[in-house]
């Protein structure tokens, strides 16, 4: 393969032509539009933590956004590697960026990293990932993008305010890689990055000091990144790229081969990370990762995460995880000064991440499952579907009955084995230890009545004692 070449171009947005203007020369470039501009705006919700370079570039970062986004719209991307078939709720950050940059007119890219999934990124662990079959990085990747797809629909047909937007573009690196020798890629690429400072990464420095030590694969992982930016320069006119703090290194070898290759300048900005309450980074590898694929988290899960937010949390994830204006955030938080009880901010925050990730539908199960098994609402039960009682009610078993003239509430304990044969299961139930539909019975004799015992979808949630709950769908009634 030839040395890599490089056309100075970016893609015009919805059109097939070539936008020259990322090009001006700097008598023609807008100033930074001021505290306004759009990196201050997410600088002050704390969704954007750091920019590279700040100072020593032709433009800067801040005047390349702010000079005019309808005339002049940048590409963004951010990369999001299939090494499950989900995202989950530590991807949320960067994909809001990535929606704050696109309501802002511009054009962003999220990247399957089909390929570099295979290597595994090293960045902000302490051993290497297990290495993953091929089919299985496909399937993963192909899920990934049916997830992206799906979270940027949402976006689109519901948190639309009124701006004309850029696009939102998914992108897999396999793509390009597939088509790569590594022979030639290494004579092509490889010279122009140096060892000492692909070592002098903090990534590196923590693995190699580290008892397990790094693998080749993983030390070559910043080096496919970096290219991965510099095609997506070269073939999209991506001069940004969005990570998480511990990116910052990947993106600074992807910003000095690209600026080694074509003397200009590229940047990169990160979001912080989500950590859980022990500061444990939240994610697959941590083991709590809360998934935004419904059948690992349901919409109900969701929900509940963020409903639990404690209080000295939920102002700031109300500004990393929505689009809420800041002032309607101060009052949402005023409001909560006077009621706290009513834990308005957490069920806002809940609301809006939850309608985003499953959108309306998912959020109207969400509050069904919280009616249900919160507030004890027939009305909730009545209306829920199976998928939604066998999400709410994970460990409880399912079964379907036949139902017969003259089936008591024994009858129907014991066909669900929810209680001993013999006269303790009778006791249980006369002594107040089992309900059918949140509602007490005590006579085990009693005929099962539709729309008392049998819920108009077929449905009787039984539960004994305080946790056990059986789920019975009744056939043909």
């Known amino acids: 393969m ?29 100033a930074h539009s001021g505290p306004q501009g759009l990196l201050a705006a997410q600088k002050a919700r704390g969704l954007f933590k750091d ?109 639309t305010d009124g701006r004309s937007w850029g696009s939102f573009t998914v992108l897999d690196n396999s793509a390009w890689y597939q088509k790569q020798h590594l022979v030639d890629f290494l004579a092509a690429v490889g010279g122009h990055f140096r060892m000492g400072t692909l070592l002098s990464r903090q990534s590196v420095q923590l693995r190699l000091k580290s008892a397990e030590g790094m693998s080749l694969a993983e030390f070559f992982y910043q080096v496919l990144q970096a290219y991965d930016f510099y095609y997506l320069f070269q073939r999209y006119g991506c001069r940004v790229q969005l990570g998480g703090s511990d990116q910052l ?34 994610g697959k590898s941590a083991g709590n990762a809360v998934w935004l694929n419904r059948d690992k988290t349901s919409p109900f899960e969701l929900y509940q995460f963020f409903v639990r937010q404690p209080d000295d949390s939920v102002e700031r994830y109300l500004k990393l995880f929505t689009f809420l ?47 249900a098994l919160y507030h004890s609402s027939i009305d909730a039960l009545e209306v829920m579907s199976d998928q939604e009682l066998k999400e709410l009610f994970k460990e409880a078993p399912f079964s379907e009955f036949f139902l017969d003239p ?44 539709v729309g008392q015992h049998i819920l108009k979808n077929g449905l009787s949630l039984l539960k004994i004692g305080k946790r056990n709950f059986y789920i019975i769908k009744w056939l043909q009634l």
């Not at 049916?146 to 979270?151: D, S, V």
């Not at 085990?444 to 009545?449: D, I, K, T, Y």
């Open 2 to 30: 030839a040395a890599p070449i490089f056309r100075s171009f970016s893609w015009g947005r919805g059109s097939g032509t070539l936008n020259l203007s990322v090009f001006l020369p700097l008598g023609l470039r807008k």
């Open 51 to 159: 920019f590279f370079p700040e100072t020593g570039t032709k433009i800067e970062l801040p005047e390349l956004f702010d000079r005019g986004t309808a005339s002049f719209p940048q590409t963004i991307y951010c990369g999001f590697d299939p090494t499950a078939d989900s995202l989950h709720v530590g991807h949320l950050l960067a994909l809001l960026g990535l929606f704050h940059l696109q309501r802002a007119g511009h054009n962003v890219i999220a990247l399957v990293g089909g390929a570099t999934a295979r290597l595994g990124d090293p960045s902000g662990r302490t051993k290497e990932r297990e290495a993953l079959e091929t089919e299985r990085v496909r399937a993963n990747a192909r899920a990934l993008r049916l997830g992206l797809e799906a979270l940027a629909a949402n976006h689109q047909q519901l948190f």
């Open 249 to 282: 290194g990947n993106i600074m070898s992807g910003y000095e081969f690209i600026n080694k290759l074509t003397g200009e300048d590229v940047f990169g900005i990160t979001v912080p990370l989500i950590t859980s309450t022990t500061g444990a980074k939240l």
């Open 325 to 371: 204006p800041l002032p309607e955030i101060d009052h949402i938080m005023q409001l909560h000064v006077k009621e706290p009880e009513r834990r308005g901010p957490q069920k806002r925050l809940a609301a809006e991440v939850t309608k985003l990730v499953h959108g309306r539908a998912g959020l109207d199960s969400a509050k069904r499952c919280t009616q």
């Open 406 to 449: 003259g089936t008591s509430v024994l009858d129907t304990c014991r066909k669900a084995n929810a209680i001993p044969d013999g006269p303790r299961g009778y006791r249980m139930i006369t002594e107040g230890g089992v309900s059918i539909n949140h509602r007490q019975v005590t006579n085990p004799e009693s005929v099962l009545v």
